[in-house]
């Protein structure tokens, strides 16, 4: 049997329309500690993490119409965007997607947020749930 290569949910992302109404959500009715903040530029969005014991909740809004987070929220409005599952290599995880005769976004991995390496599997492939593939 393999290797379970999934080793922490690293965050659930959720897509909002505005960032800050959020945060403050998440502040005031549970006391929520902003970990992390970042602009990602080449996704086209902003993002807050608020930790989770060892994982995040990471929020997102865009910062362009053309961005990907842009046309979810037009398309289906705010709510569950992609589930970050933490892997020790994100290659190998991909790859082995790929050998499943699974649909990926990423053919390789790529920078992503807080330094780490990830890399995007299409939802039709993975049950309906964006799934992100997360190496620190
Ligand atoms: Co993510």
Not at 26 to 36: L, N
Request: proline letters at 4%; glycine letters at 8%; hydrophobic letters at 40%.
């Amino acid at each position: 049997m393999m290797k379970d290569m999934l080793t922490e949910i690293d965050h659930v992302a959720i897509a909002v329309n505005d960032l800050e109404s959020a945060i403050a959500w998440y502040q005031e009715v549970f006391g929520a500690t902003v970990a992390h903040r970042e602009r990602v530029e080449s996704d086209g969005v902003e993002e807050a993490l608020l930790a989770v014991a060892d994982s995040y909740v990471q929020l997102l809004t865009p910062i362009r119409d053309d961005s990907p987070v842009a046309k979810y929220l037009a398309n289906k409005g705010e709510g569950l965007h992609h589930v970050g599952y933490r892997v020790d290599d994100c290659a190998a995880a991909l790859q082995s997607v790929k050998d499943a005769g699974g649909r990926v976004i990423d053919e390789a991995p790529r920078p992503g947020s807080r330094g780490t390496t990830v890399a995007f599997v299409h939802p039709k492939t993975s049950f309906g749930t964006l799934i992100e593939l997360v190496q620190e």
